[in-house]
């Protein structure tokens, strides 16, 4: 199993372009997530998915939008970039059976920066 | 008052030597508690999880106390390769799916 795959690693947008983070986990988890983690700072949550269809807003979803239209897929995307949105984005997922639950698997992250 | 509350560090310590570190957390309905570790510039990865009793997984021992909504993770006999950045993690309350809350958490370096 790959796990969680994030792409690209690495990006660098100037202010109001757009771009999709693609994320895609091969191991048949419902739960999935999008983090971004500032400098020094803790995880926050932007938007999350019980499932394909279905998707809602986490802590600090503004300037985001999201889709699930697969189990293995969960792409976030940036429509107008802005210098605020430079940050370090995890993309996450979890099993649903009560044996593992909350235990959540990240993928290696994408770094973007803002100009 | 934060969700989750760890002192951010850094801890440097020897080799051999025990460090523990400490975290509180806001909402009394959480229900689940973690430790992740994070190297740098990498993502984080569940270290272990808390559960009421206390648990230990080799050099690591967890604690919680519901009553205090304090969490506790001690590492005995530091090795170079602790070094790292560890994360309480606590999730939300009851219903929530699947929601977790992450410490800024703590910078150890062990040092040889």
């Known amino acids: 199993n790959a796990g969680v795959t994030q792409t690209p690693k690495f990006r660098i947008l100037k202010i109001g372009q757009s771009m999709t983070l693609q994320c895609a986990q091969d191991m048949n988890h419902n739960y999935m997530y999008w983090y971004r983690q500032d400098p020094g700072m803790g995880l926050k949550l932007i938007y999350y998915s019980v499932g394909a269809g279905i998707t809602d807003k986490g802590e600090v979803p503004n300037g985001y939008n999201v889709s699930r239209s697969t189990t293995e897929d969960f792409p976030l995307r940036l429509e107008l970039a802005a210098p605020s949105q430079t940050s370090v984005y995890f993309c996450?997922?979890?099993?649903?059976?009560?044996?593992?639950?909350?235990?959540?698997?990240f993928g290696p992250g994408t770094r973007l920066t803002v100009l | 008052r934060k969700e989750v509350e760890q002192d951010p560090g850094p801890f440097n310590v020897p080799e051999g030597a025990t460090v523990a570190f400490n975290c509180t957390y806001s909402?009394?309905?959480?229900?689940?508690f973690f430790w992740y570790r994070q190297d740098c510039r990498k993502e984080p990865k569940l270290l272990m999880s808390?559960?009421?009793s206390g648990n230990e997984d080799g050099r690591f021992t967890a604690q919680l106390n519901r009553a205090s909504q304090y969490i506790s993770l001690l590492i005995r006999d530091s090795k170079l390769s602790d070094s790292a950045t560890y994360l309480c993690?606590?999730?939300?309350?009851?219903?929530?799916?699947?929601?977790?809350?992450f410490g800024s958490g703590t910078q150890l370096t062990v040092l040889p």
């Open positions: 909402n009394s309905a959480s229900q689940s």
């Open positions: 808390v559960y009421s």
């Open positions: 996450a997922s979890s099993p649903r059976n009560r044996g593992q639950k909350d235990t959540q698997y």
């Open positions: 993690v606590v999730n939300g309350a009851a219903g929530s799916a699947r929601q977790l809350t």
